[in-house]
């Protein structure tokens, strides 16, 4: 096992969404296509829509309403869940988990939502291959991990992507909600949507942080019936990473002139597969992509996704200044 859910912090992803263009999603197909080609991706798909409508589709080697593994884009189905508790009165951002929970860290909601929780390290990272194709959540096994671990937590309040946090949300979803996980997030955040999700047969003992499985267009139905341009992410529990861009709810954000732009990347890489991508983003609420493909990215590989994409979204603006965004070093890459 190499690379296990991930995220990427890229300058492409922050740049403003793009004018109406008729032949944006045809070239953003087209670099899709190319990309697929060029890294040598055997199946993939991409679902393209414009101000939260769908626009485009396309699949390499697959039909485009195939189920794929949304890996570490799990997150933001969660983090969802937890504002719509919040909004229904049933729980608070200020929250200790152990209170709800019953055991465990003396950590708050707020925290495990934007990685600030300062726990350590990510036990799910040796876990999760022997967790595979297997039914059952291991959300609580996660919690067995923190406590046996019984040692001093990194600084609280500074960031640090791990997917326990994750974890340990679902179980903090399930006590105050009394129900499953996967019920309560179905009913609150998919179903609003318009959005048809599954528990992955392979990742979905790792549900909330990484085991959601639908068609690329049930994501993108999702992610931008939530993640919509009246929406201001720092009403809810946030955390500067770095490059002006923020992590909460699920997903990296970035300001641009009065709006917000979001993304992240996912990935399940182990030695005897499945070795997956996925990629989603969203430009000001107008141009949005969501993306899954069959290899294992490297971070090279998914900061060529992001810059493909962007660079057809903004007609290769992105691609003829990349160079500088990166040799300035104003764009760090942060590794969980």
């Not at 799910?124 to 096994?141: F, I």
Request: glycine residues 10%.
């Amino acid at each position: 096992m190499r690379l296990v859910l991930a995220f990427s912090l890229w300058v492409l992803t922050g740049l403003p969404a793009a004018a109406q263009d008729a032949g944006t999603a045809d070239r953003m197909i087209a670099a899709f296509e190319g990309w697929m080609v060029a890294k040598d991706a055997p199946r993939g798909t991409l679902a393209i829509r414009y101000k939260g409508r769908p626009h485009s589709q396309t699949g390499v080697g697959l039909n485009p309403n195939t189920p794929m593994e949304m890996a570490s884009l799990s997150k933001a189905i969660t983090g969802v869940c937890i504002a719509e508790l919040v909004r229904e009165g049933r729980l608070s951002y200020a929250d200790r988990f152990a209170d709800l929970v019953g055991r465990g860290p003396d950590i708050s909601v707020a925290q495990l939502l934007s990685h600030t929780s300062g726990l350590k390290h990510d036990s799910t990272q040796s876990s999760m291959v022997g967790w595979l194709n297997q039914p059952m959540d291991r959300a609580n096994d996660v919690l067995d991990h923190v406590i046996e671990r019984d040692g001093p937590r990194k600084k609280a309040g500074r960031y640090h992507y791990n997917n326990e946090n994750y974890a340990l949300l679902s179980l903090v979803i399930q006590a105050v909600s009394g129900a499953s996980y996967q019920v309560a997030c179905t009913d609150r955040v998919l179903t609003p949507a318009g959005a048809n999700a599954v528990r992955s047969p392979q990742a979905g003992a790792y549900l909330a942080w990484g085991g959601w499985q639908m068609p690329v267009d049930d994501y993108a139905a999702f992610l931008t019936h939530w993640f919509t341009p009246q929406l201001d992410p720092f009403t809810r529990p946030n955390a500067k990473v770095g490059g002006g861009a923020h992590y909460g709810q699920g997903m990296l954000f970035r300001t641009f002139r009065g709006g917000h732009n979001y993304w992240h990347h996912g990935a399940l890489c182990f030695a005897n597969g499945p070795n997956i991508g996925s990629f989603a983003v969203s430009w000001k609420g107008e141009w949005s992509a969501v993306a899954a493909y069959d290899i294992c990215p490297t971070w090279d590989v998914m900061r060529d996704l992001d810059a493909t994409l962007s660079g057809a979204v903004f007609n290769d603006f992105a691609r003829t200044h990349i160079g500088w965004w990166f040799d300035s070093g104003r764009w760090p890459v942060a590794i969980p």
